[in-house]
């Protein structure tokens, strides 16, 4: 038998090789380069104030401790117990956000906001807004967001990761439309959760809560089924939930005794749909702490029997170390014992540095982020990206 020696022998090893090169350029080598793509996701975190701010108060988010175990992955919009929600319709108002887009001198930011949402002309924008529901998120969740740029004057997308507790307006398909602290549109996230690579900044700092494995997207729901009542879990009583009529602020919800969760059965409202927990003899009316010092504020909130968590915010709205917003709203009822969250001002950064959460619009003193005290923001020359909030 004739052996393979020398140039016969390299020739065959070549041959080897480059049939091990064509398997790597086949099926087997693109789904190898596609593990390796992630797609850069901004953190937002709760209460954080957005580039120049639609609105003083448009909306305010709520904190409602960890994201709820069990509610991750993509989640079908109409499913019960996917949001949370309060009797309280002050976290998302509709109405505040239709007349400032209507305004004239808004012109250029309403085109941009109804093109984001899919609207052919301003005109459409009313009545998109109206059939919109307030809702709290209550797990991390992944979204497509939108800033404005005020130089261009066009609107800017990038993919966020927003924090559980942000209050958002959804529309019938149960599909995140509008951030309520600073009016931005939101779109549905197009990649797989797994190709999310969130980032924190200074601003957006990572939360305790926060999980990578407890992160969700939300699949819109058939179009020819759309979500006619919203089963939400009740932030403010861990044991019941609420019953939101799509479109409705939430002032007319009816009780359900049970807390809603995905893929669960639907639950049924109670007898009584006006038992609201806020009117049971043990609520508490949540006293007004703007402007006080904060150590002063939590002494008289603990002293009605409230619990109190603080957030700081680099702000002009109040002298460094006072409140300057409160979740729930003074003189509501809220149940004795509930969490009441204050936003603190803050004097800022030592070195004073922009970073990518604090650049804003250049006219007045705002900064950026997520949230909103003011109606503008300012970047202090160093960038022309506002945020639609």
């Not at 997207?217 to 009583?237: G, R, S």
């Not at 009529?245 to 639907?266: F, I, K, Q, Y």
């Not at 109040?318 to 004097?347: D, F, I, K, R, Y």
Request: with cysteine.
């Amino acid at each position: 038998m004739k052996r393979i020696r020398g140039k016969g022998r390299t020739a065959l090893a070549f041959v080897l090789v480059l049939a091990v090169l064509g398997l790597l350029t086949t099926g087997c080598g693109a789904a190898i380069g596609k593990v390796a793509q992630k797609v850069a996701v901004k953190a937002v975190a709760r209460g954080v104030p957005t580039a120049a701010p639609f609105f003083k108060r448009l909306g305010t988010d709520i904190a409602i401790g960890a994201a709820i175990d069990g509610i991750a992955g993509e989640i079908g919009g109409g499913e019960p117990g996917l949001y949370g929600g309060t009797r309280d319709a002050g976290h998302c108002d509709k109405a505040k956000l239709v007349e400032f887009l209507e305004k004239p001198e808004n012109r250029d930011k309403a085109k941009e906001w109804a093109d984001a949402q899919g609207l052919e002309d301003v005109g459409e924008i009313r009545g998109f807004v109206k059939k919109l529901t307030p809702v709290l998120l209550r797990a991390d969740t992944l979204v497509k967001n939108h800033d404005f740029d005020k130089k261009k004057g066009k609107r800017k997308a990038f993919d966020a990761l927003l924090e559980a507790g942000i209050a958002v307006l959804v529309d019938r398909l149960g599909r995140p439309a509008v951030q309520c602290s600073c009016g931005n549109p939101l779109a549905s996230f197009e990649d797989d959760i797994d190709d999310a690579d969130v980032e924190f900044d200074a601003r957006n700092k990572k939360w305790p809560s926060y999980d990578s494995k407890k992160v969700a997207k939300v699949k819109a729901a058939p179009e020819d089924d759309p979500v006619e009542v919203f089963q939400l879990a009740d932030v403010e009583d861990p044991d019941a939930g609420l019953a939101r009529e799509a479109g409705s602020d939430g002032t007319g919800d009816e009780v359900l005794p049970t807390v809603p969760n995905p893929d669960e059965p639907s639950v049924a409202p109670t007898d009584s749909p006006t038992d609201s927990p806020t009117s049971t003899a043990d609520a508490v009316t949540v006293p007004d702490v703007w402007g006080r010092l904060a150590v002063d504020a939590q002494a008289d909130l603990e002293a009605e029997g409230f619990e109190v968590t603080m957030i700081e915010e680099v702000t002009d709205a109040g002298a460094p170390g006072t409140v300057v917003g409160q979740s729930p709203e003074a003189w509501t009822e809220a149940p004795a014992g509930s969490l009441v969250e204050l936003t603190v001002a803050s004097a800022g950064t030592e070195t004073g540095e922009p970073t990518p959460g604090d650049i804003g619009d250049e006219e007045t003193g705002g900064t950026a982020g997520n949230g909103g005290t003011g109606e503008e923001g300012a970047d202090g020359g160093a960038s022309d990206q506002a945020g639609f909030g």
